[in-house]
Protein backbone atom coordinates (compact mmCIF):
# COMPACT_ATOMS: atom_id res chain seq x y z
CA UNK A 1 0.00 0.00 0.00
CA UNK A 2 1.37 3.36 -0.78
CA UNK A 3 2.06 6.31 1.67
CA UNK A 4 -0.40 8.31 -0.26
CA UNK A 5 -3.10 5.38 0.17
CA UNK A 6 -2.09 4.92 3.46
CA UNK A 7 -3.13 8.87 4.39
CA UNK A 8 -5.94 8.55 2.74
CA UNK A 9 -7.29 5.67 5.14
CA UNK A 10 -6.21 7.43 8.22
CA UNK A 11 -8.29 10.57 7.02
CA UNK A 12 -10.84 8.48 6.00
CA UNK A 13 -11.15 6.80 9.77
CA UNK A 14 -10.75 10.02 11.35
CA UNK A 15 -13.58 11.59 9.50
CA UNK A 16 -15.75 8.25 10.40
CA UNK A 17 -14.89 8.80 13.25
CA UNK A 18 -15.52 12.96 14.00
CA UNK A 19 -19.24 11.56 11.76
CA UNK A 20 -19.77 8.99 14.12
CA UNK A 21 -19.28 10.65 17.59
CA UNK A 22 -21.64 13.74 15.86
CA UNK A 23 -24.25 11.18 15.56
CA UNK A 24 -23.93 8.82 18.32
CA UNK A 25 -24.01 12.29 21.05
CA UNK A 26 -26.31 14.28 19.06
CA UNK A 27 -28.55 11.69 18.02
CA UNK A 28 -28.68 10.13 22.32
CA UNK A 29 -29.37 13.80 23.02
CA UNK A 30 -32.15 13.93 20.73
CA UNK A 31 -33.96 10.73 21.45
CA UNK A 32 -33.45 11.61 25.66
CA UNK A 33 -35.11 15.26 24.46
CA UNK A 34 -38.07 13.99 22.59
CA UNK A 35 -38.76 11.03 25.49
CA UNK A 36 -38.58 13.89 28.17
CA UNK A 37 -41.22 16.16 26.33
CA UNK A 38 -43.41 12.53 26.27
CA UNK A 39 -43.03 11.80 29.41
CA UNK A 40 -43.83 15.09 30.54
CA UNK A 41 -46.98 15.23 28.69
CA UNK A 42 -47.68 12.27 26.52
CA UNK A 43 -47.65 9.95 29.14
CA UNK A 44 -50.58 11.52 30.54
CA UNK A 45 -52.44 11.76 27.30
CA UNK A 46 -51.51 8.04 26.85
CA UNK A 47 -49.90 8.96 23.01
CA UNK A 48 -46.94 6.59 22.29
CA UNK A 49 -46.52 8.27 18.72
CA UNK A 50 -43.63 10.37 19.94
CA UNK A 51 -41.86 6.96 21.78
CA UNK A 52 -41.88 5.72 18.48
CA UNK A 53 -40.43 8.64 17.05
CA UNK A 54 -38.13 9.06 19.52
CA UNK A 55 -36.95 5.19 19.38
CA UNK A 56 -36.61 6.19 15.37
CA UNK A 57 -34.26 8.80 16.06
CA UNK A 58 -31.90 6.14 19.07
CA UNK A 59 -31.31 4.20 16.21
CA UNK A 60 -28.99 7.14 14.52
CA UNK A 61 -27.13 7.24 17.54
CA UNK A 62 -26.64 2.89 17.68
CA UNK A 63 -25.30 3.86 13.95
CA UNK A 64 -23.17 5.89 15.15
CA UNK A 65 -21.44 4.25 17.74
CA UNK A 66 -20.87 1.47 15.36
CA UNK A 67 -19.45 3.52 13.12
CA UNK A 68 -16.92 5.16 16.02
CA UNK A 69 -16.02 0.95 16.95
CA UNK A 70 -14.90 0.79 13.37
CA UNK A 71 -12.92 3.76 13.53
CA UNK A 72 -11.16 2.68 16.45
CA UNK A 73 -10.54 -0.98 15.20
CA UNK A 74 -10.47 -1.29 11.34
CA UNK A 75 -8.51 -4.28 11.27
CA UNK A 76 -11.33 -5.97 13.44
CA UNK A 77 -14.46 -4.81 11.95
CA UNK A 78 -15.05 -5.67 8.08
CA UNK A 79 -16.39 -3.49 5.48
CA UNK A 80 -19.44 -5.61 5.24
CA UNK A 81 -19.80 -6.16 8.74
CA UNK A 82 -19.81 -1.86 8.79
CA UNK A 83 -22.48 -1.65 5.75
CA UNK A 84 -24.63 -4.00 7.77
CA UNK A 85 -25.23 -2.29 10.62
CA UNK A 86 -26.03 0.61 8.94
CA UNK A 87 -28.71 -1.45 6.74
CA UNK A 88 -30.28 -2.76 9.79
CA UNK A 89 -30.18 0.76 11.96
CA UNK A 90 -31.68 2.63 8.99
CA UNK A 91 -34.42 -0.28 8.88
CA UNK A 92 -35.12 -0.16 12.24
CA UNK A 93 -35.59 3.84 12.06
CA UNK A 94 -37.82 3.58 9.27
CA UNK A 95 -39.85 0.57 10.48
CA UNK A 96 -40.54 3.15 13.71
CA UNK A 97 -41.30 6.41 11.81
CA UNK A 98 -44.07 3.99 10.42
CA UNK A 99 -45.20 2.88 13.54
CA UNK A 100 -45.74 6.42 14.99
CA UNK A 101 -47.97 7.68 11.88
CA UNK A 102 -50.94 6.30 13.45
CA UNK A 103 -50.75 8.27 16.47
CA UNK A 104 -50.60 11.47 14.86
CA UNK A 105 -53.86 13.48 15.59
CA UNK A 106 -54.06 15.02 11.64
CA UNK A 107 -53.64 12.16 8.47
CA UNK A 108 -54.39 13.20 5.01
CA UNK A 109 -57.88 11.70 4.38
CA UNK A 110 -56.64 10.25 1.56
CA UNK A 111 -54.28 7.37 3.50
CA UNK A 112 -56.06 7.60 6.64
CA UNK A 113 -58.20 4.98 6.49
CA UNK A 114 -54.57 2.95 5.71
CA UNK A 115 -52.70 4.03 8.30
CA UNK A 116 -55.55 3.74 11.13
CA UNK A 117 -56.37 0.30 10.14
CA UNK A 118 -55.69 -2.89 11.96
CA UNK A 119 -53.72 -4.32 9.22
CA UNK A 120 -50.99 -1.16 8.86
CA UNK A 121 -48.22 -2.92 11.53
CA UNK A 122 -48.55 -5.85 8.49
CA UNK A 123 -48.31 -3.76 5.68
CA UNK A 124 -45.17 -1.73 7.33
CA UNK A 125 -44.01 -5.22 8.90
CA UNK A 126 -43.51 -7.10 5.79
CA UNK A 127 -41.41 -5.36 3.88
CA UNK A 128 -39.40 -4.88 6.59
CA UNK A 129 -38.72 -8.50 7.49
CA UNK A 130 -38.38 -9.29 3.78
CA UNK A 131 -35.13 -6.45 3.75
CA UNK A 132 -33.85 -7.14 7.24
CA UNK A 133 -32.93 -10.85 7.14
CA UNK A 134 -31.66 -10.93 3.51
CA UNK A 135 -29.39 -8.34 5.16
CA UNK A 136 -28.26 -10.10 8.19
CA UNK A 137 -27.40 -12.74 5.60
CA UNK A 138 -25.10 -11.06 3.28
CA UNK A 139 -23.40 -9.14 6.49
CA UNK A 140 -22.40 -12.58 8.82
CA UNK A 141 -21.53 -14.71 5.47
CA UNK A 142 -19.19 -11.59 4.58
CA UNK A 143 -20.27 -11.51 1.09
CA UNK A 144 -20.66 -7.68 -0.30
CA UNK A 145 -24.45 -6.31 0.17
CA UNK A 146 -24.84 -5.13 -3.10
CA UNK A 147 -28.00 -4.54 -3.99
CA UNK A 148 -29.71 -6.35 -0.66
CA UNK A 149 -27.72 -3.10 0.97
CA UNK A 150 -29.95 -0.90 -1.57
CA UNK A 151 -33.21 -2.60 0.60
CA UNK A 152 -33.24 -0.24 2.93
CA UNK A 153 -32.91 2.87 0.55
CA UNK A 154 -36.20 1.45 -1.05
CA UNK A 155 -38.06 1.18 2.45
CA UNK A 156 -37.23 4.63 3.28
CA UNK A 157 -38.31 6.49 0.49
CA UNK A 158 -41.60 4.10 1.21
CA UNK A 159 -41.38 5.59 4.38
CA UNK A 160 -40.76 9.34 3.35
CA UNK A 161 -43.95 9.40 0.81
CA UNK A 162 -45.89 8.74 4.29
CA UNK A 163 -43.95 11.09 6.68
CA UNK A 164 -44.05 13.35 3.96
CA UNK A 165 -47.87 13.95 3.67
CA UNK A 166 -48.34 13.52 7.38
CA UNK A 167 -46.04 16.20 8.26
CA UNK A 168 -47.34 18.69 6.13
CA UNK A 169 -51.21 17.81 6.95
CA UNK A 170 -50.00 18.03 11.29
CA UNK A 171 -48.67 21.61 10.60
CA UNK A 172 -51.05 22.60 8.11
CA UNK A 173 -53.99 21.97 10.20
CA UNK A 174 -52.37 23.38 13.00
CA UNK A 175 -51.79 26.99 10.98
CA UNK A 176 -48.38 26.82 10.77
CA UNK A 177 -47.52 26.92 6.97
CA UNK A 178 -44.00 27.92 7.26
CA UNK A 179 -43.17 24.48 9.58
CA UNK A 180 -45.30 22.56 6.62
CA UNK A 181 -43.27 24.15 3.74
CA UNK A 182 -40.42 23.37 5.91
CA UNK A 183 -41.30 20.07 7.02
CA UNK A 184 -41.50 19.38 2.92
CA UNK A 185 -37.97 20.64 2.26
CA UNK A 186 -36.49 18.18 4.72
CA UNK A 187 -38.33 15.04 3.47
CA UNK A 188 -36.93 16.38 0.13
CA UNK A 189 -33.67 16.66 1.34
CA UNK A 190 -33.67 13.16 2.75
CA UNK A 191 -34.89 11.95 -0.27
CA UNK A 192 -32.08 12.84 -2.29
CA UNK A 193 -29.20 11.69 0.12
CA UNK A 194 -31.18 8.16 -0.08
CA UNK A 195 -31.13 8.57 -4.09
CA UNK A 196 -27.65 9.57 -3.54
CA UNK A 197 -26.90 5.86 -1.61
CA UNK A 198 -27.98 4.45 -4.74
CA UNK A 199 -25.19 5.64 -6.80
CA UNK A 200 -22.59 3.79 -4.89
CA UNK A 201 -20.78 6.94 -4.40
CA UNK A 202 -19.59 7.78 -0.68
CA UNK A 203 -18.23 11.18 -1.59
CA UNK A 204 -19.78 13.62 0.98
CA UNK A 205 -22.44 10.88 1.52
CA UNK A 206 -21.29 11.38 5.40
CA UNK A 207 -22.45 15.26 4.21
CA UNK A 208 -25.92 14.31 3.26
CA UNK A 209 -26.88 12.18 6.15
CA UNK A 210 -25.23 14.52 8.71
CA UNK A 211 -28.14 16.93 7.16
CA UNK A 212 -30.90 15.48 6.23
CA UNK A 213 -30.50 13.55 10.09
CA UNK A 214 -30.57 17.09 11.69
CA UNK A 215 -33.01 18.32 9.82
CA UNK A 216 -35.49 15.91 10.74
CA UNK A 217 -34.33 16.00 14.48
CA UNK A 218 -35.60 19.54 14.34
CA UNK A 219 -38.78 18.79 12.56
CA UNK A 220 -39.67 15.90 15.31
CA UNK A 221 -38.98 18.72 18.06
CA UNK A 222 -41.40 21.28 15.77
CA UNK A 223 -44.10 18.85 15.69
CA UNK A 224 -43.59 18.14 19.49
CA UNK A 225 -43.73 21.79 20.50
CA UNK A 226 -46.53 22.31 17.94
CA UNK A 227 -48.47 19.34 19.51
CA UNK A 228 -48.03 21.39 22.87
CA UNK A 229 -48.69 24.65 21.73
CA UNK A 230 -52.11 22.79 20.25
CA UNK A 231 -52.77 21.63 23.64
CA UNK A 232 -52.02 24.95 25.49
CA UNK A 233 -54.42 26.80 23.04
CA UNK A 234 -57.53 24.46 22.75
CA UNK A 235 -58.05 23.69 26.61
CA UNK A 236 -61.59 23.45 27.29
CA UNK A 237 -62.12 25.83 29.86
CA UNK A 238 -64.75 25.48 32.95
CA UNK A 239 -68.59 25.54 32.78
CA UNK A 240 -68.60 29.37 34.26
CA UNK A 241 -66.19 30.24 32.37
CA UNK A 242 -68.52 30.58 29.52
CA UNK A 243 -70.58 32.90 27.75
CA UNK A 244 -73.04 32.81 25.41
CA UNK A 245 -75.36 35.63 23.39
CA UNK A 246 -78.16 34.47 21.47
CA UNK A 247 -79.44 36.79 18.96
CA UNK A 248 -81.45 36.58 15.67
CA UNK A 249 -79.65 38.93 12.49
CA UNK A 250 -81.74 40.25 10.00
CA UNK A 251 -79.81 39.22 6.84
CA UNK A 252 -80.02 41.76 3.50
CA UNK A 253 -82.67 39.58 1.95
CA UNK A 254 -84.99 39.66 5.07
CA UNK A 255 -84.55 36.58 6.86
CA UNK A 256 -83.99 35.77 10.36
CA UNK A 257 -80.65 33.86 10.91
CA UNK A 258 -79.97 32.52 14.71
CA UNK A 259 -76.38 33.16 15.89
CA UNK A 260 -74.38 32.51 19.11
CA UNK A 261 -71.64 34.51 20.15
CA UNK A 262 -69.25 31.95 22.75
CA UNK A 263 -66.56 33.15 24.74
CA UNK A 264 -64.18 31.94 27.19
CA UNK A 265 -61.83 29.54 24.99
CA UNK A 266 -58.05 30.69 26.15
CA UNK A 267 -56.31 32.51 23.07
CA UNK A 268 -59.68 32.96 21.58
CA UNK A 269 -61.90 36.40 20.75
CA UNK A 270 -65.15 35.94 21.23
CA UNK A 271 -66.41 33.67 18.58
CA UNK A 272 -69.87 34.67 16.49
CA UNK A 273 -70.82 31.05 15.43
CA UNK A 274 -74.05 31.37 12.88
CA UNK A 275 -76.02 27.90 13.32
CA UNK A 276 -78.70 26.28 11.10
CA UNK A 277 -82.32 27.09 12.48
CA UNK A 278 -82.99 24.26 14.22
CA UNK A 279 -80.08 23.82 15.66
CA UNK A 280 -80.58 27.55 17.12
CA UNK A 281 -83.73 26.15 18.29
CA UNK A 282 -82.55 23.56 20.34
CA UNK A 283 -79.44 25.45 21.60
CA UNK A 284 -81.95 28.37 22.48
CA UNK A 285 -84.38 25.91 24.15
CA UNK A 286 -81.29 25.22 26.69
CA UNK A 287 -80.41 28.81 27.33
CA UNK A 288 -84.55 29.53 27.96
CA UNK A 289 -84.85 26.57 29.99
CA UNK A 290 -81.54 27.27 32.33
CA UNK A 291 -82.45 30.88 32.85
CA UNK A 292 -86.57 29.84 34.17
CA UNK A 293 -86.56 26.75 35.88
CA UNK A 294 -84.10 24.11 36.32
CA UNK A 295 -82.62 23.36 33.50
CA UNK A 296 -83.46 20.13 32.07
CA UNK A 297 -84.73 19.16 28.74
CA UNK A 298 -86.11 15.17 28.04
CA UNK A 299 -84.37 13.71 24.95
CA UNK A 300 -86.99 11.82 22.80
CA UNK A 301 -86.35 7.84 23.14
CA UNK A 302 -85.22 5.93 20.19
CA UNK A 303 -88.38 4.34 18.61
CA UNK A 304 -90.71 6.21 20.16
CA UNK A 305 -93.65 7.01 18.19
CA UNK A 306 -96.25 8.20 20.37
CA UNK A 307 -98.23 11.05 18.95
CA UNK A 308 -99.45 12.38 22.24
CA UNK A 309 -96.25 12.91 24.06
CA UNK A 310 -94.42 16.09 23.41
CA UNK A 311 -90.07 15.74 24.00
CA UNK A 312 -87.73 18.83 24.14
CA UNK A 313 -85.50 17.31 21.77
CA UNK A 314 -86.84 14.77 19.26
CA UNK A 315 -83.37 13.14 18.50
CA UNK A 316 -80.49 11.80 20.07
CA UNK A 317 -78.10 13.19 17.54
CA UNK A 318 -79.32 16.90 17.84
CA UNK A 319 -77.02 17.69 20.63
CA UNK A 320 -74.35 15.69 18.58
CA UNK A 321 -74.73 18.08 15.63
CA UNK A 322 -74.86 20.85 17.98
CA UNK A 323 -71.54 20.06 19.42
CA UNK A 324 -69.86 19.97 15.65
CA UNK A 325 -71.30 22.93 14.73
CA UNK A 326 -70.17 24.83 17.70
CA UNK A 327 -66.83 23.64 17.34
CA UNK A 328 -67.14 24.06 13.46
CA UNK A 329 -66.92 27.20 14.54
CA UNK A 330 -64.51 27.77 17.04
CA UNK A 331 -61.87 25.88 15.39
CA UNK A 332 -62.89 25.30 11.38
CA UNK A 333 -63.67 22.20 9.94
CA UNK A 334 -61.33 19.35 9.67
CA UNK A 335 -59.43 21.38 12.28
CA UNK A 336 -60.76 19.58 15.46
CA UNK A 337 -60.45 15.90 16.79
CA UNK A 338 -62.92 14.20 18.77
CA UNK A 339 -60.34 13.27 21.89
CA UNK A 340 -58.87 17.01 22.17
CA UNK A 341 -61.99 18.48 21.63
CA UNK A 342 -65.36 17.59 21.10
CA UNK A 343 -65.42 14.88 24.02
CA UNK A 344 -63.99 17.85 26.47
CA UNK A 345 -66.43 20.48 25.24
CA UNK A 346 -69.42 18.38 25.32
CA UNK A 347 -68.63 17.45 28.82
CA UNK A 348 -68.05 21.24 29.53
CA UNK A 349 -71.73 22.25 28.14
CA UNK A 350 -73.78 19.64 29.41
CA UNK A 351 -74.68 17.55 31.85
CA UNK A 352 -77.44 14.18 31.77
CA UNK A 353 -79.49 13.35 34.85
CA UNK A 354 -77.61 11.08 37.12
CA UNK A 355 -80.70 8.98 37.17
CA UNK A 356 -80.25 8.53 33.07
CA UNK A 357 -83.67 9.09 32.36
CA UNK A 358 -83.08 10.99 28.57
CA UNK A 359 -83.02 14.17 30.52
CA UNK A 360 -80.09 16.80 30.01
CA UNK A 361 -79.18 20.43 30.62
CA UNK A 362 -76.67 23.57 30.33
CA UNK A 363 -73.89 23.65 32.63
CA UNK A 364 -73.54 27.46 31.94
CA UNK A 365 -74.45 29.37 34.87
CA UNK A 366 -78.14 30.79 34.30
CA UNK A 367 -75.82 34.65 34.92
CA UNK A 368 -73.33 34.18 31.86
CA UNK A 369 -76.29 33.29 29.09
CA UNK A 370 -77.45 36.70 27.37
CA UNK A 371 -80.91 36.19 25.56
CA UNK A 372 -81.32 39.08 22.83
CA UNK A 373 -84.78 40.55 21.39
CA UNK A 374 -86.31 38.08 19.03
Request: hydrophobic share 50%.
Amino acid sequence: MSPELDVQSIVSIQLLSFYGWWQLVVCLFAFLGLMGIWWHIGKKQLDIGQVWLALSVLCWSFSGGVEVLYSKYPEAISTYTLDGWRSIFSLFNSLFILLALPWFRYLPPQIEPLVKSKYWRIIVGLPFLFSLLPTISKMFAGESIGVIAELDVYYAIFTLLFLGLVLWESFAKRRLPILAWLSLVCVLITFAAQVYKLTGSYIDLNLFSAIFKSTLIMIFFALALSWVKELAENIIPEPRQFHLVFERVKEDSGKFVGQVSLNGIPGKTPQIIPLTPALFEVFLAFAERQKTSDGWLEIKPKGDSRTGKSYDIRDYNEVKRLVHALLDGLFGKGRWTKELHELPLRTALFETAASRDRRIRLRIPAENIQVLSR
